[in-house]
C-alpha cells in the first residue's frame, strides 16, 4: 500500500515539475518583453576623464564632456556638482531627447591651485545610470621666476 502511496506522489509531483518547467520560458519572454518596453533615459559619455596637461598658475583649462542619450525616453540632466569653487560648469536645461547628444563645458581656474590637480564632477541625470563622475586631471606650475 505505501509503493502505491508513494508512486502516485511520486506521478503528481513529476507532473508539477513538468508544467512549471514547461511554463517557465513564457514568463521568461514576458520579462524581456517588458524591459524592452521599458521608458529610461541612458547617458553614455565619449569619455568621463580629461586629461589638461600642464597650466601655468592662472591659466583656464576647459573642456566639453560629450554625450548621447542611448535610452528611449527624454534625458534630463538635473544637476552638475563640482568639487570647489575653482571648477565651473554649464549643463544642458533643456531635455536631451532619444538618440540625440549633449554637452557638458567644465571651466577648470587654476588661479592659487599649484601642482597635481584631479578635480572631480558629479552629474545627476533622470536616467537608469542616475549618477556619472567626470574628471578634469593636471598639473599646475608655478612660473614665477624666485628673485
Known sequence: MFKEIKRIHMKRL???LL?????MPVVAQDQ??????EKAAIINFEKTEHQFGK????EKAEYVFKFKNTGNAPLIVTD?????GCTAAEKPEAPVMPGSEGKIK???NSAGKVGSQNRTITVSTNAKNKITYLKMVGEVINDKKAE
Open 14 to 16: 513529476f507532473s508539477i
Open 19 to 23: 508544467a512549471l518547467v514547461a511554463f
Open 32 to 37: 524581456v518583453t517588458l524591459m524592452a518596453n
Open 55 to 58: 597650466i601655468k598658475e592662472g
Open 80 to 84: 552638475v556638482n563640482v568639487t570647489c
Open 106 to 108: 567644465i571651466v577648470f
